[in-house]
């Protein structure tokens, strides 16, 4: 449902104190027992203004070295707003595996003669309810842009993918319970951004057979 604008929430009628649906602009509702709020992030950044802000993603604006616009002063991981130079445009990213590698080549730029631009592939990943007694633990990745249209495949039983095509290219890719060698696949299907058939992928019966479609178009795209 994207795009969709929520109107209100509604009680579960038993007095429980727990919601049961959700009402949307369109006059539409839909039957819900839990609701997930993820509405971002801001980076604080007021008292950095004389270092250089971006407006369009929030953080503050840095080079391909993470050079602000007053030399010595650098900034790293989630507040940087960067040139992400696979997709051409300034961005931030909140995770962890930025964060490191952006302070890693910075610090390398500042300690030695190295210029080279920061080409980063944007990954998040997640492992949650992999506390003890969990019956089931959801670990996943996510490689490349969450543009355009998406594919969805699979369930919880035993696994989930999703494919995001734009302009017929494969962008981006989230893989859950994926084996190693399937979370292997994923930047280098991210990276190379393939043409892939759409409505092939719709049909794939499983994560497995989609994959093997993406690794196609990989051999296909060569
Ligand atoms: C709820 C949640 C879940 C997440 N889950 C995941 C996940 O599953 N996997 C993953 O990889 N990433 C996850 N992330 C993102 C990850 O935590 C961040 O990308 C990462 O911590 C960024 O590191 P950083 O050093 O850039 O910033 P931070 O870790 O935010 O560190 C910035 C530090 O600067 C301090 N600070 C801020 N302003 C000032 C100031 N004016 N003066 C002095 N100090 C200041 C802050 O207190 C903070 O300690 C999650 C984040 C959140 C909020």
Redesign the pocket.
Known sequence: LQGASIKNLEASSNGNGRVAAVKLEDGSTVEADTVIIGIG?KP?VG?FERVGLNTDVGGIQVDGQFRTNIPGIFA?????AFPLKIYNRISR???????RRS?QHCVKALLSAQSSTYDYLPY?????FEYEGSTRKVWWQFFGDNVGETVEIGNFDPKIATFWIESGKLKGVLVESGSPEEFKLLPELARRQPPIDKAKLQNASSVEEALDIARGSLQAAV
């Open positions: 992030s604080a008292p790293v991981g989630d507040v940087a990213v909140e995770h962890v595996d930025h964060a302070a998040f990943y997640s492992r949650v």
